[in-house]
């Protein structure tokens, strides 16, 4: 079983739409959490981190964390088609471990 | 604002070559790591180093060396070249380890092996 779980999609989505990416993990020593958004051919670039359980917002974007659930979840809202990326998900404990990241497309 | 450059951006090479991939970051950052990048793999961790000098092995370091002679810099280097390490690597450093010191990625060497 991997450490991080995430769903590779694609997720397509019409310009507008909430969207819901998700990551589950079995390590519970893992305390940091975060988003990377990854466009194509760049290099990830860190959108959200936080390190407890609840809810973080920053514009549009909404990071939850439910440790008892080892389960992340990162919320757009009102999507937009240059939120068109792969996410990954990055968890830490002693190390830095990376989901294989969710692509998403948001059309017109 | 260069932040983490990676040289060169696209490379092919012959199974057997070698060859180097150099980082540089501008940021001042204490840590720097070399990650590839596959396709259903995600981001694997090769090798890293948390100051001038030091280096360590990540979880995939095998067929891999790296230097840190000065602060700044960070080389991958691939002495004898397989098929297996054709991959997209991904260079990053930060200030730290803690929460708030988070790793800035450069922009990827896409390099195939033939």
């Known amino acids: 079983q991997k450490e991080v779980e995430q769903d590779p999609g694609p997720l397509s989505v019409p310009e507008g739409a909430i969207v819901s990416l998700n990551c589950t993990y079995s390590n519970s020593a893992f305390q940091y959490f975060m988003w990377y958004r990854q466009y194509s051919r760049k290099g990830p670039e860190l959108l959200m981190y936080t390190y407890s359980s609840g809810n973080k917002e920053d514009g549009r974007f909404t990071a939850q964390v439910d440790k008892s659930s080892k389960y992340i979840s990162l919320f757009i809202r009102d999507s937009q088609p240059s939120d068109s990326a792969t996410y990954l998900c990055g968890l830490r404990a002693d190390k830095l471990i990376f989901g294989t990241g969710t692509r998403l497309q948001v059309f017109p | 604002n260069a932040g983490v450059t990676q040289t060169p951006k696209f490379r092919v090479l012959k199974t057997g070559q070698s060859m180097t991939l150099l980082c540089a970051q501008d940021m001042n950052h204490e840590y720097m790591y070399w990650y590839r990048q596959d396709p259903g793999m995600g981001l694997r961790l090769i090798h890293y180093?948390?100051?001038?000098?030091?280096?360590a092995k990540g979880e995939v370091p095998d067929g891999y060396n790296v230097s840190r002679l000065k602060k700044q810099n960070f080389l991958l280097g691939l002495e004898s070249a397989a098929p297996s390490q054709t991959s997209v690597y991904f260079c990053?450093?930060?200030?730290?380890?803690?929460?708030?010191?988070?790793?800035?990625f450069g922009d990827g060497t896409r390099l195939s092996i033939l």
């Open positions: 990053a450093s930060s200030l730290g380890t803690k929460t708030g010191q988070p790793q800035h």
């Open positions: 180093s948390v100051g001038e000098g030091t280096t």
